[in-house]
């Protein structure tokens, strides 16, 4: 990948870095941080890219600006930053860790509108939830101790995949950049507590019922009955502050349940449909198709060694 920077034609001076993909390479790069970084001129002072960036740090030490918001940086810390997001890296030559680039395409490639991709992708969500927040859209997310070393060697197999460039790397690549983000799907599922702590009670009611019934015949009518609603003005609410409907949320909470339960169980693709809320097994496997551009069986297949 090469990025390249250019200035902001909006009149506002700061530098914009582009992905820029070499042929035949994977739409996805690495960069290690600490002295790599600092020999790349990645610490240039505040700018934004085009692309979708995941930041993973090993140990305590550095910090990051993004937005009005500055982070001491600690080990477990994971950061999402969205396209567009102004931060400044010059925190990170004492930061051990990752970070990984990448453009929308490499998950929806066939998109007509990435920008719509990238905040409408099942795996993407939580580069698009915090794109309204006051402070920046970078959002900060803790993988746990135990899963620390895991997400290293993820991260450090990726690199070399890309460097190494062996057969069948393309696909590699992207296979290790999909666990990545299926990890960090994970990391943000705790949305209600996320929610209740940015002053969101609302938004923390409606995914608390969310989470409760998903698996159930859970409707639009039966959510805003519980936050008393109208569905309407429930579907404008969430809609404005997280830039999907609750039907979309309901959706995703089952389809991320199913991932799960197709690539730890050996359950039926027909049972994991029931588990998650789809008594209709052609409707579930049309919908997970839909969302993730291959079958459950497809998932179960490409998420098991």
């Given at each position: 990948m090469g990025r390249t920077r250019e200035r902001d034609k909006r009149g506002g001076g700061l530098p914009i870095y582009t992905f820029e993909a070499t042929p035949g390479a994977p739409l996805v790069s690495t960069l290690r941080f600490g002295r790599e970084l600092a020999a790349s001129g990645g610490l240039a002072g505040l700018h934004s890219h085009d692309f979708l960036t995941l930041a993973f740090f090993e140990r305590e030490g550095g910090w990051l600006r993004s937005g009005e918001r500055r982070w001491e940086l600690r080990a477990g810390d994971t950061f999402v930053i969205p396209p567009g997001e102004v931060h400044d890296p010059r925190g990170l030559a004492d930061a051990g860790g990752w970070a990984v680039f990448f453009p929308a395409e490499v998950l929806a490639p066939s998109s007509s509108d990435v920008f719509l991709s990238w905040r409408t992708h099942p795996l993407l969500f939580p580069f698009a939830a915090g794109v309204d927040r006051a402070g920046g859209g970078a959002r900060r997310l803790i993988v746990p101790p135990e899963n620390r070393l895991s997400w290293s060697a993820h991260l450090s197999a990726l690199d070399s995949e890309i460097r190494e460039r062996q057969d069948g790397y393309r696909d590699a690549a992207l296979a290790y950049l999909t666990l990545l983000l299926v990890g960090v799907?994970?990391?943000?599922?705790?949305?209600?507590?996320?929610?209740?702590?940015?002053?969101?009670?609302?938004?923390?009611?409606?995914?608390?019922?969310?989470?409760?019934?998903?698996?159930?015949?859970?409707?639009?009518?039966?959510?805003?009955?519980?936050?008393?609603?109208?569905?309407?003005?429930?579907?404008?609410?969430?809609?404005?502050?997280?830039?999907?409907?609750?039907?979309?949320?309901?959706?995703?909470?089952?389809?991320?349940?199913?991932?799960r339960l197709l690539v730890e169980t050996d359950l039926a693709v027909e049972e994991v449909g029931h588990r998650v809320g789809y008594n209709d097994p052609t409707y579930f496997v049309k919908s997970f198709r839909r969302a993730h551009g291959t079958t459950p069986l497809g998932w179960r297949h490409a998420g098991r060694p």
């Open positions: 799907s994970r990391l943000a599922a705790e949305v209600v507590g996320d929610l209740k702590l940015n002053d969101e009670p609302l938004l923390a009611e409606v995914f608390g019922f969310v989470e409760e019934r998903y698996s159930e015949r859970v409707s639009l009518r039966d959510v805003a009955r519980a936050v008393n609603l109208s569905p309407g003005h429930l579907t404008t609410v969430v809609r404005r502050k997280t830039g999907r409907t609750v039907v979309e949320w309901i959706a995703e909470r089952r389809l991320a349940q199913a991932r």
